[in-house]
C-alpha cells in the first residue's frame, strides 16, 4: 500500500531570531499560535495608518463599484486599441496576487492577461535581460499585469546573490530608458510597490504555514527572506531611487489592510486613464494616507 504524501507544511522548520525595532526576537512559523508580538502590531507595523481594517460590508461595496468601472475601461481599449500595462512588486506576502486577482474578477480573460514568470530558462539566462519580459507585453486592446516583473534584478537578485554587482548595476541604469520606450509608445504604463510591515509579513507567513490550502505559498525561498529584511529594504530604497521617474513612477501603496490596498491599485489606475463612460463621482478620491507617488511616500 503506498504511503500517503506528506504535506511539505508539516517539515519542521527551526526557530529562527530577527531584530525588529532594535530588539532581538526569536520567531517559531510551526507554533499554532502567533506570539503576542507580532499580534499586538500585525496591522500598525510600519507606521501604517489605521488602527482597524476597512470594514467588509464597506469594502465590497467599494470593489464592485470600482469593478464595475473597470469593465467600462476594457469595452473602451477595445474600440480605442488602448493597451495598459501594470507592474506589482513588494515583498513576498505583500498582496499582489490577491489585488491582481480583483483586478481582473470581471475582465474578459482574452484581452486581461496576468504574467507570473518562473526562473529564467538557460536560454533566457543567455538573453539581454529585459527579453523575456518584453514578449509578454500587451496587444491592442489588452490588459497585462505582471506579478514580479524585470524588477526580481532590483530586489531579490542582488540580495539573494542571484546577480553580480555588475549586472545589478546595470540594470538600476537601463531600466529607465526601457521604460521611456514602452511609454513613448504609446501603454499606459503603472509600476506599484505594495509595502508592508515586518509583523505584518510574520503574519501572512504564518497563516500559509498553517493552511491546508495556501501551505504551498510558503517556501524555503521565504524563510531566507524573512530573516534578510534589512537587507530587502536597502535593496528597495536603492531601486525606487534610481528608477523612479517622471515617464515611469513609483506608486507606493501602504498595504498592511490588503482591502484598502487593492481599492486604492484599482482607483489609481481608474483616475489616470480618461476613457468613455468614467464616472469620477463612483470611482471617488484617493486615500492619500494609503497611496502615494515615489519612494518619498515609504516614510
Known amino acids: 500500500m503506498n504511503k500517503p504524501l506528506e504535506n511539505p507544511a508539516r517539515e519542521k522548520i527551526k526557530p529562527f531570531k530577527l531584530t525588529i525595532a532594535g530588539e532581538e526576537r526569536t520567531f517559531d512559523i510551526d507554533e499554532p499560535d502567533l506570539p503576542d508580538w507580532v499580534k499586538e502590531r500585525e496591522l500598525t507595523a510600519g507606521g501604517f495608518p489605521y488602527d482597524e481594517k476597512m470594514d467588509r460590508d464597506d469594502y465590497e461595496k467599494q470593489l464592485e463599484t470600482?469593478?464595475?468601472e473597470l469593465v467600462k475601461l476594457q469595452a473602451w481599449m477595445q474600440k480605442s486599441g488602448a493597451?495598459?500595462?501594470?507592474?506589482f512588486e513588494?515583498?513576498?506576502?505583500?498582496?499582489?496576487?490577491?489585488?491582481?486577482a480583483r483586478i481582473r474578477t470581471?475582465?474578459?480573460?482574452?484581452?486581461?492577461?496576468?504574467?507570473?514568470?518562473?526562473?529564467?530558462?538557460?536560454?533566457?539566462?543567455?538573453?539581454?535581460?529585459?527579453q523575456r519580459y518584453?514578449?509578454?507585453?500587451?496587444?491592442?486592446?489588452?490588459?497585462?499585469?505582471?506579478?514580479?516583473?524585470?524588477?526580481?534584478?532590483?530586489?531579490?537578485?542582488?540580495?539573494?546573490?542571484?546577480?553580480?554587482?555588475?549586472q545589478h548595476e546595470q540594470f538600476l541604469n537601463e531600466a529607465p530608458d526601457f521604460e521611456r520606450a514602452i511609454v513613448n509608445d504609446g501603454i499606459h504604463f503603472f509600476?506599484?510597490?505594495?509595502?508592508?510591515g515586518q509583523e505584518t509579513q510574520l503574519e501572512r507567513f504564518h497563516d500559509r504555514r498553517h493552511s491546508a490550502l495556501k501551505y504551498w505559498k510558503f517556501s524555503p525561498m521565504d524563510v531566507a527572506g524573512i530573516q534578510k529584511w534589512d537587507a530587502y529594504s536597502r535593496a528597495r530604497d536603492t531601486m525606487l531611487e534610481r528608477t523612479h521617474s517622471a515617464h515611469a513612477p513609483w506608486t507606493v501603496v501602504r498595504a498592511n489592510d490588503k482591502r484598502r490596498?487593492?481599492?486604492?491599485?484599482?482607483?489609481?489606475?481608474?483616475?489616470?486613464?480618461?476613457?468613455?463612460?468614467?464616472?469620477?463621482?463612483?470611482?471617488?478620491?484617493?486615500?492619500?494616507?494609503?497611496?502615494?507617488?515615489?519612494?518619498?511616500?515609504?516614510?
Open 191 to 196: 509600476k506599484f510597490w505594495l509595502n508592508i
Open 261 to 299: 490596498a487593492r481599492l486604492a491599485v484599482i482607483r489609481r489606475i481608474l483616475l489616470a486613464i480618461a476613457y468613455d463612460g468614467r464616472d469620477l463621482d463612483a470611482i471617488g478620491p484617493e486615500d492619500q494616507l494609503i497611496i502615494g507617488t515615489g519612494p518619498g511616500f515609504l516614510d
Open 106 to 130: 470581471y475582465l474578459n480573460p482574452r484581452n486581461a492577461r496576468n504574467v507570473a514568470l518562473p526562473k529564467p530558462t538557460e536560454t533566457e539566462r543567455g538573453q539581454w535581460y529585459f
Open 66 to 68: 470600482l469593478q464595475i
Open 83 to 87: 493597451r495598459v500595462m501594470a507592474l
Open 134 to 166: 518584453v514578449t509578454h507585453f500587451p496587444t491592442s486592446g489588452e490588459l497585462v499585469t505582471f506579478d514580479r516583473s524585470w524588477y526580481n534584478r532590483g530586489g531579490v537578485e542582488p540580495v539573494m546573490g542571484f546577480c553580480t554587482p555588475e
Open 90 to 100: 513588494g515583498r513576498d506576502a505583500a498582496g499582489k496576487g490577491g489585488t491582481i
